[in-house]
């Protein structure tokens, strides 16, 4: 699935999201779990790191131009925000 062109948003999850089920799930979520997955979602080329923006630095070096896909792996959201909840004293 090569994309050679900005695309909008729906468009683009999308595509993030299939190259990571079809293609990378399968060979990365059981070693990586966790982690953070930076797709390109036009040359469909990869890093890993459990920091988001090492993955996505290594990539852009790579490929410049890239639309870069972030996902963690294992999980539906990269971020997840919650209530925090403060300890009485």
Do not use: C
């Not at 299939?18 to 930076?38: D, P, R, S, T």
């Not at 999980?75 to 925090?84: D, G, I, Q, T």
Request: no cysteine.
């Amino acid at each position: 699935m090569k994309v050679n062109t900005i695309i909008n948003k729906e468009k683009f999850a999308l595509i993030g999201d299939q190259i990571y089920e079809q293609k990378l799930k399968g060979i990365i979520e059981n070693q990586h779990k966790g982690k953070f997955v930076a797709i390109d979602v036009n040359s469909e080329d990869f890093e890993i790191d459990a920091k988001e923006i090492n993955a996505v630095d290594r990539l852009n070096i790579r490929h410049p131009n890239s639309q870069i896909w972030l996902k963690r792996i294992g999980s539906r959201y990269v971020r997840h925000f919650s209530p925090r909840y403060q300890k009485s004293v």
